[in-house]
């Protein structure tokens, strides 16, 4: 379970900014929150800004920090370039380095793990663990210094293999260590999505087991799609468009999961006569019949499914898209009433769900980028209100920044006067 991430110095986050993950002390909806270890956690996270603020950003720093944890010891990676972006409107972080930490329970030890690079090598990194309330030092690094303690042994052995642009974890992993491997599973279940282009890898896993496939078809007769039944069929991957192929690589690139078949799922539509009576199923395929919503939630739904079911954490770019808003509520109360194990972050424009209904205060977050390009991520919950305060009316008349700004008039001009065209009194 993730307790927090900080990032700092990476695209438009200048200053070190936190997506804190406990709860604050309040008391509405406490079935929002999980029991990990001796530790409350908030089930869910949603994130709301204005275009361009930086929502994605956060998530992107959390996708870069996975990959870079995953792949940093691979021999493909020996002598290449860093693909660290900074945040490069300011002389005073162009050049420095940008920084990742996650804090987060595995196996029911909590763990502080972050690290801090430049396009050529790793600068620092370091490693905390908590079996109980005292924090203990695993190891620290500086360029290739290392000071390890007794209880990461494993590390010991593998520091002269860890090059400049590899991290020490990693390598440590790969050469079977117990606390790394344990540590590179965490990371390797952190599932973040973005970009959905009609079903995950994923999803085909749950629509090929029966157990899962009735949730899939109950699920969408819920959310009113009118799908009585899924068929699959095998394509090599070789053959599918290029487009889609591009998608299921970057998909894959983050699940680690490898595809060399793509199945096509073919959706069945009852057809009925002039009484009402079921005549026949009628075939459609997904990809090219059904609206994109509903190529959304069959994307969506797979890795719900898994996260509840593995107590992970999933994390979505623009929830919403092409969703009706009930959808999204539903989608959302499986999160913070039904789950007991998994946490849910995503980011979002539907103010609808802007409510004390559906979030505690401490779960709602905002990112609000200022003139100068930085983007700063920060709580409702800092602003200190009343539980029952419309969120949405307030969020959008400014109170929380984090909303665009339009200047009607400066664009429009006289235009915003009304103009009688038609020579009837208005």
């Known amino acids: 379970m993730l307790i927090k991430f900080s990032v700092q110095n990476y695209l438009s986050f200048k200053d070190l900014n936190t997506l804190d993950m406990l709860p604050a002390s309040i008391g509405q909806h406490e079935e929002h929150l999980l029991c990990v270890s001796n530790y409350k956690l908030l089930k869910s996270a949603a994130i709301f800004g204005a275009n361009a603020s930086g929502k994605s950003n956060l998530f992107k720093a959390m996708g870069f920090a996975k990959i870079f944890v995953l792949e940093s010891s691979k021999e493909s990676q020996a002598g290449e370039k860093i693909s660290v972006i900074p945040f490069l409107l300011s002389t005073e972080t162009e050049n420095e380095p940008s920084l990742f930490e996650f804090t987060f329970i595995q196996n029911n030890i909590k763990y502080r793990y972050g690290f801090r690079l430049n396009n050529t090598e790793v600068v620092d990194e370091w490693l905390f663990e908590s079996k109980k309330i005292k924090e203990s030092l695993l190891f620290e690094r500086h360029l290739q210094e290392f000071n390890i303690s007794n209880k990461f042994k494993e590390g010991n052995k593998v520091k002269e293999l860890t090059r400049k642009n590899a991290l020490l974890l990693s390598v440590a992993a790969q050469f079977n260590g117990k606390i790394s491997e344990n540590i590179l599973d965490w990371f390797l279940n952190l599932n973040i999505i973005s970009g959905l282009f009609g079903y995950s890898p994923i999803a085909l896993d749950y629509i090929n087991n029966p157990q899962y496939k009735d949730d899939f078809i109950d699920i969408l007769k819920i959310a009113d799609f009118s799908i009585e039944d899924f068929r699959l069929q095998e394509r090599n991957i070789a053959e599918v468009p290029k487009f889609i192929q591009k998608e299921i690589n970057r998909t894959l690139k983050e699940t680690g999961k490898e595809l060399k078949l793509m199945p096509e799922i073919k959706t069945l539509h009852g057809k009925y006569n002039s009484k009402s009576e079921l005549v026949e199923n009628v075939e ?49 109360k499986m999160f913070n009433i039904k789950n007991k194990s998994a946490q849910f972050i995503f980011n979002t424009h539907d103010t609808n769900l802007l409510s004390n209904k559906f979030f505690r205060r401490d779960q709602i977050y905002f990112i609000n980028k200022n003139r100068y390009g930085q983007s700063e991520l920060y709580s409702l919950y800092d602003y200190n209100i009343r539980y029952d305060r419309t969120f949405d009316k307030d969020y959008l008349e400014g109170r929380y920044k984090a909303v665009p700004f339009i200047d009607d008039y400066s664009f429009f001009g006289n235009e915003l006067e009304p103009e009688n065209t038609c020579g009837m009194e208005i």
Do not use: A
Request: glycine share 6%.
């Open 284 to 332: 459609f395929d997904l990809m090219h019949d059904e609206s994109k919503g509903t190529q959304n939630l069959f994307s969506l739904l797979g890795p719900i499914l898994e996260t509840i079911k593995d107590g992970s954490v999933l994390i979505i770019d623009e929830l919403e898209s092409n969703l009706h808003p009930l959808i999204s509520r539903f989608l959302i």
